[in-house]
């Protein structure tokens, strides 16, 4: 038991040792990824206005076919008209000309309402625009501020890791299990000392027996009120 416990407490040292390493990144790695989906969010809207852009352009080449076409037409009605011999086909012929007139001049206006739109949908992508700038020069600065940090923790990073492995190899599994559970729930700490006759993590009374019994190494002992793993700190110093 006293092995599995010196475990316990390198494999603690060397995982608050990690986590003091991850402050020093800060919010770095948070406000990247927010940085990156930000960037992914503007090229998707970017990407909305140029289609909105381009089928614009392609109503108004189709809606000048449709006036130019109606044109015609209305010129065939128009010499027609000089030609009726009735007031019925008088009639009938005028009727064909202001609905066509009618047509046209709706077709003309939906090519200036595209034209507005357009004028709109410009702004907006200039504005985009603007924005990916900014957050891609955001983007870069917050990429070379953590690489200037992971340059200076890098190989201790990776001397802890080849360190943990080493302990992670061998411990009883069920107990990196635990301890891991335990890691997680209480912020990081799972193993702690006994400070004063108190838990070093919640600092609850640990009553004179119970240190005794944990100092025994005769099995683990927990916290009762927290739950992280309780150790004997003085009798593992070297």
């Not at 406000?31 to 392609?58: R, T």
């Amino acid at each position: 038991m006293k092995k599995i416990v010196k475990q316990l407490i390198e494999l603690q040292e060397i995982d608050t040792r990690f986590d003091e390493l991850q402050m020093q990144k800060g919010d770095l790695p948070l406000m990247i990824e927010e940085a990156e989906n930000d960037l992914e969010e503007i090229k998707s809207q970017e990407n909305e206005l140029e289609i909105q852009l381009k089928k614009g352009e392609a109503d108004r080449r189709m809606f000048q076919v449709e006036i130019e076409a109606g044109r015609g037409k209305l010129k065939e009605y128009e010499d027609k008209l000089y030609k009726v011999q009735t007031n019925k086909e008088y009639d009938a012929i005028s009727l064909e000309i202001d609905t066509k007139k009618m047509e046209i001049n709706e077709l003309e206006n939906k090519i200036l309402q595209s034209l507005e739109e357009e004028e709109e949908t410009k702004k907006n992508l200039d504005e985009l625009k603007e924005r990916l700038e900014k957050v891609d020069k955001q983007l870069d600065e917050y990429r070379h501020e953590l690489e200037e940090i992971i340059k200076h923790t890098r190989a201790e990073e990776a001397r802890l890791s080849k360190e943990r492995e080493k302990i992670t190899e061998v411990i009883d599994k069920r107990i990196l299990r635990q301890y891991q559970r335990i890691r997680k729930a209480k912020g990081g700490l799972a193993v702690v000392p006994i400070k004063k006759g108190s838990c070093g993590g919640c600092f609850s009374a640990i009553p004179p027996q119970r240190i005794v019994e944990i100092r025994e190494l005769n099995r683990m002992h927990t916290c009762e009120n927290c739950g992280r793993i309780l150790v004997w700190i003085d009798d593992f110093v070297e």
